[in-house]
């Protein structure tokens, strides 16, 4: 029987970073993935024309350029490297106004008027608290560690401040702190990156968050496209050992005597799994699918059924002739670009998803690729793309065409640029990528009641789960969605300590708190 010491399931960026702490730590490592390439939503191919490389998910990464786990695989050495558009992030308001975030802090301050030293002092508490707080994020909960780290960076009463912060929504936080529409649309606007509207608790931190790492590093994205990000950690493994098998399917997880020790694939061989299986994929599928509800306490399977996904998503990707007409000329040299709403359509945009309607304004991401890096386009041309959130539902090609007419009423011509486009609703994405289920991009939603030890369901907020050996490595798992390798990284670590000198009570004192969670 085929064997190694850790199988991961799923060649997306979380599985691959987990099975790189593991080659580092020695491991021979075996990933297994269903499609025909890895990478999973971080992947780019020339979908409208020739010589266009439009990235068919993720696409700008700031959440990758602060993430600890991504920093320590040193992946610049393994041919990654990052580009930045003239203006990190805008807004263009349904007036036409244009708010610019740059990362150069002076340059941002110079256009938000009177709230130049609010904007400060946010930067500033961010600064002050920057290493310890990404540590404390993206650590297993709880961090204690780094939280106790964080405690003695922030004091008691600063403490306190920022845990009021962290969920506040985020209408409430930039009307305390801000008199200006620049300062207000830009955070908000961060905070609908996820699937939170903004007037619900913990929106606040997302947009908080977001804003000061586009003020920190800006929103980076890799030369030559998403996928050259995927091609680095592919790289990195190989030079380990690693392997990356594509076109295998995984149909279950083999367990014995309460413990994963290998999988099943498409075919119906084993594979057995010597130390670990780490599965990058979501966790209805993991544990409905490859494990099955006879492996699983009932309380679990119970859990499971409250399982929330985040809304489903329609993008567009386009080749265009040449570079967006906007009308506002400043909008020209965002990367990204939010549009379509003011603050209250914001709020009515949130509505309408939770009322399972499409919104009848949508808020809209835009990306210039080509505008951040030249090689994504022949030269006087553009990639771009936008996307949307909309219910499960509804008509791609009619929420595509909204978009158009969205973009078209702030950039005259615009359609008439269009060499060819690629529209996703969220059943093509959920048939490239499996684990985009009806086009939720997050991996279950960011709302606060599916956070921390909520996520993915009520337990202890890590990566282990009540099989022994197996480990959920996707998105799914905290610290949750963005590309950053947050679950991969957890999850990989969890299974070094069940291996380690002290596995054994590892796994007692975790297998005795999970028992009394599902009890």
Known sequence: ??????????????????????ADAGWQVLVLESAAAPGGAVHTEEVTAPGFRNDLCSAFFPMAALSPAIAALDLGSYGLRWAHAPVALGHLAPDNRFFALHRDLDRTLAGLG???????????????????????????????????????????????????????PARQLVEENF????ARLLIAGCAL???????????GLFGWLLAMAAQDVGFPVPVGGAGELTAALVRRLLARGGEVRCGQHVRQILIGRG????????????????SAVLADVPAPTLYRDLVGSDHLPSRLVDDLRRFSWDSGTVKVDWALSGPIPWTNAEAAAAGTVHLGVDLDGMTAYSADLARRRVPETPFVLLGQMTTADPTRSPAGTETAWAY???????????????IEQLIESH?????DLV???????????????????????????????????????PGLGRADTPIDRLFLAGSAAHPGGAVHGGPGANAARAALRRDGLFGDAYAGIVGSALRAIYA
């Not at 949307?388 to 909204?402: C, F, I, M, S």
């Not at 690629?422 to 960011?446: C, D, M, S, W």
């Open 1 to 22: 029987m085929e064997a190694a010491d850790a199988i991961v399931i799923g060649a997306g960026h979380n599985g691959l970073v987990a099975a790189n702490l593991l």
């Open 419 to 457: 060499i060819g486009r690629h529209v996703q609703g969220p059943a093509e994405l959920e048939g490239r990528n499996p684990g985009l289920i009806g086009g939720a991009i997050n991996g279950g939603t960011a709302a606060i009641h599916q956070q921390l030890f909520f996520r993915p369901i």
């Open 114 to 168: 009177a709230d130049a030293s609010a904007w400060r002092r946010l930067v500033e508490q961010w600064q002050s608290l920057r290493d310890p707080l990404l540590a404390a994020l993206f650590s297993p909960f709880p961090p204690v560690r780094a939280g106790m780290r964080l405690a003695g960076k922030a004091g008691v009463a600063e403490l306190i401040r920022l845990a009021r912060t962290m969920v506040l």
């Open 193 to 203: 990156h996820t699937d939170v509207g903004i007037d619900s608790a913990g929106s």
């Open 179 to 182: 008199s200006g529409d620049g």
């Open 411 to 415: 950039a005259p011509g615009f359609r």
């Open 259 to 274: 413990r994963a020790v290998g999988v099943r694939d498409g075919s119906g061989a084993p594979i057995r799994a010597r």
């Open 388 to 402: 949307t959130h909309v219910p499960n539902q509804g008509d791609p090609a009619a929420v595509a065409q909204r």
